[in-house]
């Protein structure tokens, strides 16, 4: 049986990420992510650092490191029982080391703890060699107001 919700799980949020990559809104800078995983709480997607990734000093934008940070950790509380996304209420991003042209990125998100009004959730961007390139927290207002 966990087998089977982990599989639905995965199979749902990878259909998530192929709607907002066809969209014409800012979500579309996904498009070139890749599910790795996904069960309930937890999701890993990976991605190769292209040119359109880049800030002008030729390293991933800070930017595009947050929405990643943003979005995968939306996608673990996705796969959550309540399935809901939410609504970021806090997002703290801490830029360890720079990620270059041509680089596999990983980015494993988690859902640290699940209220009623407040989910908290945690990211963790690694390159190939397993070496941290950034981390995040990430709190999201889940409840009715």
Do not use: W
């Not at 990976?46 to 934008?61: A, I, P």
Request: glycine share 8%; proline share 1%; net charge positive.
């Amino acid at each position: 049986m966990a087998g089977s919700k982990s599989n639905a799980t995965f199979q749902a949020i990878k259909q998530i990420t192929q709607h907002v990559a066809n969209t014409k809104r800012y979500d579309r800078v996904l498009r070139n992510i890749q599910v790795v995983s996904a069960k309930p709480g937890h999701c890993v997607c990976r991605l190769k650092v292209d040119e359109e990734h880049l800030n002008m000093y030729g390293t991933m934008h800070g930017g595009y490191i947050s929405t990643l940070i943003d979005s995968v950790t939306t996608f673990a509380l996705l796969s959550t029982e309540a399935g809901t996304a939410g609504v970021s209420v806090n997002l703290n991003v801490s830029f360890h080391k720079a990620a270059k042209p041509g680089d596999e990125v990983t980015i494993d998100g988690k859902v640290m703890k699940q209220g009623r009004t407040l989910a908290f959730t945690e990211a963790q961007l690694t390159n190939s060699d397993g070496v941290v390139l950034a981390t995040g927290q990430h709190v999201k207002h889940v409840g009715s107001s």
